[in-house]
């Protein structure tokens, strides 16, 4: 069983930035691949980046540029650092986490780009 706990949402003004955190815990750790992942408002849930062990990554086009994945393995840590934040990236963000071969979700941190 693996828990993730995020941080760091919060309201910024479009053009800001925001860094998220996301920490994953448990008795049996071996994670392959860690994610964000975002739901706003009336849209399904959609890939935000993901970052692989090796260090591979991939970004949805609407944040390529602008928001980067970093990842700590020896804390079992993923970061998401967002830059030039528009409006639309408004929703609540969650990370993803795959432990042998099982997925795992967090509960959410809320990103709110408004002035």
């Known amino acids: 069983q693996v828990q993730l706990v995020e941080s760091g949402g919060g309201l910024v003004q479009p053009g800001g930035s925001l860094r998220l955190a996301c920490a994953a815990s448990?008795?049996?750790?071996?994670?392959?691949?860690m994610g964000w992942y975002r739901q706003r408002s009336g849209l399904q849930r959609e890939l935000v980046a993901i970052i692989l062990n090796g260090g591979g990554t991939n970004y949805a086009d609407s944040v390529k540029g602008r928001f980067t994945i970093s990842r700590d393995n020896a804390k079992n840590t993923v970061y998401l650092q967002m830059n030039s934040l528009k409006p639309e990236d408004t929703a609540v963000y969650y990370c993803n986490a795959l432990n042998y071969g099982v997925s795992y979700w967090g509960k959410g941190t809320l990103v709110t780009v408004s002035s």
């Open positions: 448990g008795s049996r750790i071996s994670i392959s691949a």
